[in-house]
Nanobody, 131 residues
Framework: EVKLVESGGGSVQAGGSLRLSCTST????????MGWYRQAPGKECEQVSS???????HYGPFVKGRFTTSQGRAENTVYLQMNSLTPEDTAVYYC?????????????????????????WGQGSQVTVSS
């Protein structure tokens, strides 16, 4: 059974930082594509970042250099380091992965998280940024 388990969410003041982790069991990120998504109340599920199967990272336009996604392949863990957080970053954050896609670049916006277009999802982690 494949499981993606997230950790690291929480509450922080504007300008602060958080690091999310996504650890997989039964699935290897190496050679696969994965992404971080978020969904705020009343809004669509938007892609925060993704890593192609060749390791190339991509970021949503709202990131503006504030976030970094990295992959600890030996640990089968992917990280999302978020700096300079603003209240607009408040959302539930999800990690997602797919075993046969090479890139999630075509999936930047979806109606909901989790979504059946992607094979595996984490349980979601609340990030709350106060002003």
């Amino acid at each position: 059974e494949v499981k993606l388990v997230e950790s690291g969410g929480g509450s922080v003041q504007a300008g602060g930082s958080l690091r999310l982790s996504c650890t997989s069991t039964g699935f290897t990120f190496d050679g696969s594509t994965m992404g971080w998504y978020r969904q705020a109340p009343g809004k669509e599920c938007e892609q925060v970042s993704s890593i192609d199967s060749d390791g190339r990272p991509h970021y949503g336009p709202f990131v503006k250099g504030r976030f970094t996604t990295s992959q600890g392949r030996a640990e089968n863990t992917v990280y999302l380091q978020m700096n300079s957080l603003t209240p607009e970053d408040t959302a539930v954050y999800y990690c997602a992965a797919h075993s046969t896609m090479t890139s999630m670049q075509g999936l930047r916006l979806m109606s909901q998280c989790p979504h059946p277009w992607l094979e595996f999802w984490g349980q979601g982690s609340q990030v709350t940024v106060s002003s």
